[in-house]
């Protein structure tokens, strides 16, 4: 019988993490393109340090990178990419996508066009608790508002990707949300009304920013513009969005959504039956990078944990903790470190959970308070990782019109969360 090795914290272990991050980055920003290296090769990368400088036999170190990679998280995100790629494909061939273009070109002002995605982001994110569900669902649509009015597609996909991490922090069935409420044992109703003090006014800015900036947009569409559009095409779309808020299984929703808009491409002619089926690998094929990356991720940051990296990050953030503010800037350093290493906000929770309980009850925090920083934190370094899941999905959607950049700088609500947060901590009064 194995016997379980101790884990020693370790800083040598954060090694092939800095490989990993650095050289993506790296030749991100050298390049002025972040796509000029697949992000899987950087992990690779970091992989093959990790098997270099770890002192393990390879046997044991092929077994912790499998263990990784086989995780039961990273192995539902993957799953969900394909079948999420299987349905942006299909509902693309059907014509689903401009149908739903259309539709809110012909309801929404075009001025409203980055703030009203913002709160309709938001809005399935709330209801669904899952950014990477309201992505999924609504980036195609904003790549084609882009395509058929003079909005830009960099600021259409920062209001995306704020407004479904706003909803993915707040929502009471969001992951993050049950995680951090576990963790600190408080009631999901009372961390949700202590997050609404913070997140709602960084998301009032972040409206009033997206207001202004599509005021000049005004004036480049035409009035007297027609939208053709068929109603009966969006329905695969709000098939989705229904079973999502009813709380049905991701897997279920994505896989009915897929065969609603087969059958609905099959009656109107789109294409028939087999080529349904060739679409549909074609939308797996289109999450192959971002499909690897989590796989691989997984298994760095199995080794990484197993070698004492984590740990390391855990030890020394308690060394820094000296009174209650410090306490609750430790516990966002804690989890938003670790969630850099192994990009995934609700594993991020669930590792930082335990020790965050010790610090908020040894300096006499509010448990609420505590679990909202851990998820908001949390939320935004993984709204902001060039490596995120979130990022990724939508930069692999944008095919190559915008870069990390482009996309970071024009997510307002997540900066301005960012520096909300810093201030409520730092100016507000603490209690017991």
């Given amino acids: ?23 993506f980055l790296g030749v991100g920003i050298y390049q002025n393109d972040f796509y000029a290296l697949p992000a899987p090769i950087a992990v690779i ?17 092929i077994e912790t990178l499998l ?21 942006a494909a299909i509902t693309n061939e059907t014509g689903s996508v401009d149908a739903i273009v259309n539709l809110g070109l012909d309801l929404i002002a075009i001025q409203y066009i980055y703030v009203g995605i913002f709160i309709i982001a938001g809005f399935l994110s709330v209801s669904t608790g899952t950014s990477v569900g309201a992505i999924v669902a609504l980036a195609p649509i904003v790549v084609g508002f882009a395509e058929e009015s003079n909005a830009e597609l960099a600021i259409l996909c920062g ?3 704020g407004g479904s991490m706003f909803g993915d922090n707040l929502s009471v069935i969001s992951d993050t949300t049950i ?24 998301a009032v800015f972040t409206t009033a920013i997206l207001i202004f900036q599509g005021l000049g947009l005004e004036s480049a569409v035409s009035e007297n513009t027609i939208y053709n559009y068929d109603i009966v095409k969006i329905l695969p779309y709000v098939l989705v969005i229904v079973l999502s808020i009813v709380g049905i299984n991701v897997f279920v929703n994505l896989l009915l959504g ?39 991720t997984g298994g760095l940051a199995a080794l990484v944990a197993r070698n004492g990296g984590i740990e390391f ?63 908001i934190f949390a939320c935004i370094f993984q709204g902001l990782l060039p490596y995120g899941a979130q990022v990724l ?5 944008s095919k190559g019109k915008i870069d990390y950049l482009d996309l970071v700088s024009n997510t307002w609500y997540l900066l301005l969360l960012f520096i909300y947060t810093l201030l409520f901590i730092g100016l507000r009064p603490l209690r017991g």
């Fill in 1 to 23: 019988m194995e016997v379980a090795k101790k884990i020693i914290p370790k800083f040598s272990a954060l090694i092939p993490l800095f490989v990993f991050v650095f050289t």
């Fill in 45 to 61: 990368m970091g992989i093959v340090v990790a098997f270099i400088i770890f002192r393990e036999s390879i046997s044991n170190k």
């Fill in 67 to 87: 263990k990784g990679c086989g995780d039961d998280k990273i192995l539902t995100m993957c799953l969900i990419y394909l079948l999420a790629g299987a349905f």
């Fill in 159 to 161: 209001a995306l990707l």
């Fill in 179 to 202: 995680a951090a409420t576990q963790s600190l044992g408080c009631k999901m109703s009372d961390k949700f009304k202590q997050n609404i003090k913070i997140a709602v006014p960084a």
């Fill in 258 to 296: 897929s065969l609603a808009a087969v059958a609905l491409g099959i009656v109107y002619g789109d294409f028939t039956l087999i080529e349904s089926a060739k679409i549909a690998y074609a939308g797996f094929t289109n999450m192959t990078e971002i499909f690897l990356l989590s796989l691989l």
């Fill in 313 to 375: 990050i855990l030890v020394n953030i308690r060394r820094l903790i000296k009174n209650k503010k410090s306490a609750q800037f430790g516990i966002a350093t804690l989890v938003s470190t670790i969630n850099m290493a192994i990009a995934n906000n609700t594993v991020s929770i669930i590792i930082a959970g335990p020790i965050a309980k010790t610090i908020n009850d040894e300096y006499y925090l509010d448990n609420k308070k505590t679990a909202s920083i851990l998820d």
């Fill in 393 to 397: 999905m939508i930069l692999s959607f």
